[in-house]
T-cell receptor
Framework: EDQVTQSPEALRLQEGESSSLNCSYT??????LFWYRQDPGKGPEFLFT???AGEEKEKERLKATLTKKESFLHITAPKPEDSATYLC???????????FGAGTTVTVRA | GAVVSQHPSRVICKSGTSVKIECRSL??????MFWYRQFPKQSLMLMAT?????????EQGVEKDKFLINHASLTLSTLTVTSAHPEDSSFYIC????????????FGPGTRLLVL
């Protein structure tokens, strides 16, 4: 069974204080690892898909990286608008379902 | 591109009534859509996979007779919560698989269901 573990559960940052979120996963064969952002009361917003170890993707202050066992989401010089819950999900080969982690709630104070 | 809508965004109903939630892919066709449920402070739990023109596939523990899914077109899937009870109150979110972008799933804004 696919397993996704995210840490920490919550992260409080000062504006401009860079940090990283971790997503550890176990899957029989990885089709893709997905990062989403979810604001309270809303559906998840797609951020990145990573397909193979060593791959990196960037979007504004966010950068996602992937190894064979984990993924990191780096937030560089965060702003208050980066406050959200960040969800990691894996998709196994031969399947289209996503298995989600519990998420990391990031709060950025001005 | 890749926009998914849900309707209604919020619904309050009496116990015992049925509620239908619509999920639409607005700018792409989706042969596969997914229905999730999310309780407060928890992550998304997959309920079922909706396939256009065929029966939905339900996850273990999800009652298919209670949560009826219909995927009659390439842009619309519906979830009907039959004989809703207070324990069915939750945040229901759909997603649609976009085959153009390597199987990325795009999510709708969610439907908040409150059963009194």
């Amino acid at each position: 069974e696919d397993q996704v573990t995210q840490s920490p559960e919550a992260l409080r940052l000062q504006e401009g204080e860079s940090s990283s979120l971790n997503c550890s996963y176990t899957v029989s064969g990885l089709r893709g690892l997905f990062w989403y952002r979810q604001d309270p009361g809303k559906g998840p917003e797609f951020l990145f898909t990573l397909y193979s170890a060593g791959e990196e993707k960037e979007k504004e202050r966010l950068k996602a990286t992937l190894t064979k066992k984990e993924s990191f989401l780096h937030i560089t010089a965060p702003k208050p608008e980066d406050s959200a819950t960040y969800l990691c999900a894996v998709q196994a080969l031969g399947d289209y379902k996503l298995s989600f982690g519990a998420g990391t709630t990031v709060t950025v104070r001005a | 591109g890749a926009v998914v809508s849900q309707h209604p965004s919020r619904v309050i109903c009496k116990s015992g009534t049925s509620v239908k939630i619509e999920c639409r892919s607005l700018d792409f066709q989706a042969t596969t859509m997914f229905w999730y449920r999310q309780f407060p402070k928890q992550s998304l739990m997959l309920m079922a996979t909706s396939n256009e023109g065929s029966k939905a596939t339900y996850e273990q523990g999800v009652e298919k007779d209670k949560f009826l899914i219909n995927h009659a077109s390439l842009t619309l899937s519906t979830l009907t919560v039959t004989s809703a009870h207070p324990e069915d109150s939750s945040f229901y979110i759909c997603s649609a698989r976009d085959e153009r972008t390597k199987e990325t799933q795009y999510f709708g804004p969610g439907t908040r269901l409150l059963v009194l």
